[in-house]
């Protein structure tokens, strides 16, 4: 279990980016973030997450919410 602290302002999130900072890889399930205004959001993963020494980059999941083009949460759309 690990806490995610969002400001009440961000919106929905549509992504999260993972960084494994343990020596191992580890099979990462799902992400359920709870506790928003929208209800909570689904990531699903089901995916290895190498550590930080074996790969620099961190590993980006996107929700299962399919968005219309307008409706793309600020935080995925290119600035």
């Not at 689904?42 to 961190?58: A, I, M, R």
Request: with cysteine; aromatic share 12%.
């Amino acid at each position: 279990m690990a806490k995610f602290f969002i400001d009440s302002n961000f919106g929905i999130p549509g992504a999260i980016a993972v960084t494994n900072k343990h020596q191992k890889e580890f099979f990462l399930e799902s992400i359920v973030i709870e506790r928003l205004a929208c209800g909570p959001v689904h990531f699903s993963c089901n995916s290895w997450v190498q550590s930080k020494k074996d790969h620099l980059g961190k590993r980006v999941f996107f929700s299962n919410k399919p968005y219309l083009p307008s409706e793309t949460p600020a935080g995925l759309l290119k600035n």
